[in-house]
């Protein structure tokens, strides 16, 4: 049987009819995954579908959240916006240093290396002060050091005065303000001292002390032992009571003042008297307006008496 020769020069194999050329197919063993091309493995697998226009959309359906139990979290509802977030927490601040410990005062150290035993430092006051304590017994030979030693020279006693704690023992502290006129530098000596005791006086290391301390002595009580000429210095000399101790009472100890008319009889002493002085009749007439204190309260004279007083009066007239 001889073979038909293709024409219009077509010299490819006949291919099998549809039917078979599927059968073929379907027998024939897959290619391996290598021998893609580059530009099969790059396509996309998925077509994805064309985005719905707005009217085709679906509009959203509303779900209502089924009533909770007490304390139990709500189900069902839609889910809350993203939380925003949280602020970074605050850096811990740094600690504050420590304050340096302030350098004690010269002064205090030199009073102390001269009595380490009589000497005790308190501090500062508020304008940086220094405040050493004593006792009686070293009060003189510590305020004399603090005089004579060149580098103190405390020449002036610039106050002196106390303090009533009442319920302590000792119940007062002296204190004595000392200045050096040369150096220009101050110091402030404390001194414990027991009701009814007493300390030594400071006249012989200052002369100054003599009327302070009589004052101290006068408002205080606290007697200063040695003192030249140790009496009151503002009061009188039978006052009773010291008036700056907190126990003194303050109407004073049974006194009542003088009216202005009374003090002008008496030469012009404003001052008090006692309680129980007895008025004679010519502060009797003199008192009456411009009383100061409640001395006494003049009885207002009967009817009999305004008219003796008017009888007398008409009588002298008539006698004239």
């Known amino acids: ?32 995954e290598s021998a893609a091309t580059p530009e099969a493995s790059a396509a996309p697998t998925e077509q994805t579908a064309p985005e719905p226009t707005a009217e085709e959309k679906p509009e959203p359906v509303a779900v209502e959240a089924a009533p909770a139990a007490d304390g139990a979290p709500a189900t069902g509802s839609a889910p809350a916006a993203d939380a925003a977030p ?3 927490p605050p850096k811990p601040k740094p600690e504050p240093e420590p304050e340096p410990e302030p350098e004690p005062s010269p002064i205090v150290v030199a009073l102390t290396g001269a009595f380490p035993s009589a000497v005790q430092v308190e501090g500062e006051d508020q304008e940086a002060v220094p405040i050493v304590r004593t006792d009686a017994d070293n009060l003189v030979e510590v305020m004399t050091w603090l005089r004579d030693d060149p580098e103190q020279r405390f020449d002036y006693l610039a106050n002196l005065t106390a303090i009533d704690w009442t319920e302590r023992e000792p119940r007062f502290d002296m204190v004595y303000n000392l200045y050096s006129i040369s150096h220009r530098h101050r110091l402030t000596v404390k001194c414990g001292c027991a009701d009814g005791e007493g300390v030594p006086t400071m006249c012989d290391v200052w002369r100054g002390a003599d009327w302070i301390e009589r004052e101290t002595y006068d408002l205080y009580g606290i007697e200063f032992l040695g003192h030249p000429d140790l009496r009151r210095i503002f009061l009188s000399d039978d006052w009773e009571g010291f008036p700056l101790r907190k126990d003194y009472p303050l109407e004073g100890p049974n006194l009542e003042l003088l009216t202005r008319q009374q003090a002008a009889f008496r030469g012009g002493r404003f001052d008090r008297i006692r309680g129980e002085h007895e008025i004679n009749e010519q502060e009797r007439q003199m008192a009456g307006p411009g009383i100061v204190g409640a001395l006494w309260t003049p009885t207002p004279p009967t009817m009999e008496e305004v008219e003796s007083d008017d009888t007398e009066s008409a009588t002298d007239t008539t006698g004239d």
């Open 86 to 88: 949280k602020p970074a």
């Open 1 to 32: 049987m001889s073979e038909e020769t293709p024409q219009n020069g077509d010299h490819s194999p006949e291919r099998p009819d549809e039917g078979e050329g599927a059968e073929i197919a379907a027998h024939a063993s897959p290619e391996p």
